[in-house]
């Protein structure tokens, strides 16, 4: 456990020579922003009806934003945390350090969950002052009147990251076996693409995981199960690859 927070450790220290928290940090930013923007210019729009929250609107609508952002987040988060030790050709000296194959596998694994986790922190935040100052901004739109729904929140963000669980697993192991972030990127842009194409439809798209963040535009619970069919599916390919990644890692992989 001590070597998988001293390579935890190390990692943070990496990670201040990327852009890997920068981009941390702004990729939370864009879509509240980018909200906020729409709220303040076209704001008579925004103005609820007797009854409404407020708040329900502006996060379905920041929501769907992440959907379609966050797995190129993702794709390019891992990409360059990666890029460290493949630019620098660092690998085998690595390997040499006492600090096993599996350990350093970990704590890349714990790092990248942190930086998403973070992601998601900062975006309700972002998301929360968004609300507060279009409330002093405009009293109409009643912002600083109700409180947003935190359940409703959590378990959206919960089935988000399930639902992404098996694009973080595909582009971590294809980081340390493709040297070429571009390369990487592409793949990952591809099968974005193809999932946009298919509009996250069809019975197919439930074997497709760059389609299951495009399932949760404008989603709503079922109060009659929590996880949907993609989202077990989701979890099924992280477990599976998880670990052959895993084997590749600590059996053969030198760098």
């Not at 797995?71 to 600090?99: A, Q, R, T, Y």
């Not at 600083?144 to 729904?149: H, S």
């Not at 076996?177 to 099968?191: A, H, P, Y």
Request: a positive charge; aromatic letters at 20%.
């Amino acid at each position: 456990m001590s070597s998988i927070s001293k390579a935890f450790s190390a990692e943070i220290i990496k990670s201040k020579n990327t852009y890997a928290l920068w981009l941390t940090f702004i990729g939370a930013a864009i879509i509240p922003f980018t909200i906020f923007i729409t709220y303040a210019y076209n704001w008579e729009l925004f103005i609820p009806k007797t009854g409404e929250n407020p708040w329900k609107e502006i996060f379905i609508r920041s929501f769907n934003g992440i959907t379609l952002f966050t797995p190129l987040f993702i794709i390019l988060i891992i990409g360059l945390l990666f890029d460290v030790e493949h630019k620098s050709n660092s690998w085998k000296h690595i390997f040499v350090l006492p600090i096993s194959k599996s350990s350093f596998f970990l704590s890349k694994y714990l790092f990248v969950f942190s930086l998403i986790s973070i992601y998601f922190i900062l975006f309700v935040l972002f998301t929360l002052a968004n609300g507060c100052l279009l409330g002093v901004y405009k009293q109409q739109l009643n912002f600083l009147e109700l409180n947003p729904c935190w359940i409703e929140i959590v378990i959206f963000l919960t089935k988000f990251f399930i639902g992404v669980l098996s694009i973080i697993a595909i582009h971590f192991w294809l980081s340390f076996r493709l040297k070429n972030l571009i390369v990487n990127f592409g793949i990952g842009l591809t099968g974005i693409a193809f999932a946009i194409l298919l509009n996250g439809r069809g019975g197919l798209t439930v074997l497709l995981p760059y389609s299951y963040p495009i399932k949760m535009l404008n989603y709503s619970s079922n109060p009659s199960y929590f996880l949907e069919d993609y989202h077990i599916v989701s979890i099924f390919y992280f477990i599976v690859i998880f670990c052959m990644s895993y084997l590749n890692f600590t059996k053969s992989y030198n760098g």
